[in-house]
């Protein structure tokens, strides 16, 4: 998977992972893929409502030992 953009949400409490992710989307064209780095909790149901209501699609989410890392692409 080619990724696009890298965003390193670590360490940020939520809603920030989301706000931060909501300007990222922007940055990038349709089509292409950020990967998200976050260690907040509240992102693993946080970042999937999210994409559902913003029209964009996580293709993929690892577990890590420090935290969660989504990969996500812009679709509208």
């Known amino acids: 998977m080619k990724v696009d953009k890298v965003m390193n949400l670590k360490g940020l409490p939520c809603p920030m992972p989301i706000v931060k992710i909501s300007k990222g989307i922007k940055e990038v064209q349709i089509g292409q893929i950020i990967e998200a780095s976050t260690t907040d909790p509240g ?32 679709i509208v």
């Open 43 to 74: 992102a693993l149901s946080d970042f999937p409502a999210w994409a559902r209501s913003s029209g964009n699609e996580i293709v993929k989410t690892e577990q890590e030992s420090d935290g969660t890392k989504f990969y996500i692409k812009r």
